[in-house]
């Protein structure tokens, strides 16, 4: 089992619509929850990070925790097609080691 | 501006030729790593650093070497390239977490690395 898995998508919404990329992980000693976004070619942005349970919200995107569940979830309301992208989960258990692990990703599409 | 460089952006080198993937950060950050991307896999860590006097392996650290040289300075090198060692390589820095829950990581543009 993959420590940090991911739907590898492709995903593909219309313009407007809310696209909800999902994450579950393996360690229940991780702490800390981050989506990076990656458009083709180009590196990780951090767009959010969680590590409290429920849901914190930025702009369009929220992200959703559930701890209990070992999940993590990305919420785009509104998507654009500037939207369309590589959506990476990464978890961190902020131990000693503090390395990122990182899922595959999902390809996320958004159509006009 | 701060930021995190790479060099060079792209190479193609043969099986069993030495490789160096150097990378510079401007951040101050005392917290470096080193990542593969490859399709499907997603980034995979190879080694990370916290400062000059520490190194440490990732989860994929055989057929690959790190050298800090100071705080803004982490090389990987590839002792002798294989073929499935070609993928794109990330240097990444963070700060020290400051119990905050946030130790985001910034990437730099990337290494293409082919093995021929």
């Known amino acids: 089992q993959k420590e940090v898995e991911q739907n590898s998508g492709p995903l593909s919404v219309p313009e407007g619509a809310i696209a909800s990329l999902n994450c579950t992980y393996s360690?229940?000693?991780?702490?800390?929850f981050f989506w990076y976004r990656q458009y083709s070619g180009k590196s990780p942005e951090l767009i959010m990070f969680i590590y409290s349970n429920g849901d914190k919200e930025d702009g369009r995107f929220t992200a959703q925790l559930n701890k209990a569940s070992q999940y993590v979830s990305l919420l785009i309301r509104d998507s654009q097609p500037s939207d369309s992208a590589t959506y990476l989960c990464a978890v961190n258990n902020l131990g000693y080691s503090n390395d990122m692990r990182f899922g595959a990703g999902t390809r996320l599409t958004v159509k006009p | 501006d701060a930021d995190v460089t790479q060099t060079p952006r792209n190479r193609i080198t043969k099986t069993g030729k030495r490789i160096m993937l150097e990378c510079s950060q401007t951040?101050?950050?005392?917290?470096m790593y080193w990542y593969r991307q490859d399709p499907g896999l997603g980034l995979r860590l190879i080694y990370y650093?916290?400062?000059?006097?520490?190194?440490n392996k990732g989860e994929i650290s055989d057929g690959y070497s790190v050298s800090r040289q100071a705080q803004a300075k982490f090389s990987l090198s590839l002792e002798s390239a294989i073929p499935n060692q070609t993928a794109l390589y990330f240097c990444?820095?963070?700060?020290?977490?400051?119990?905050?829950?946030?130790?985001?990581?910034?990437f730099g543009p990337g290494t293409r690395l082919t093995v021929l």
């Open positions: 650093s916290f400062d000059v006097k520490d190194i």
């Open positions: 990444a820095t963070s700060d020290q977490a400051a119990g905050t829950g946030n130790n985001e990581q910034f």
């Open positions: 951040k101050g950050h005392d917290r």
């Open positions: 360690d229940r000693g991780s702490q800390s």
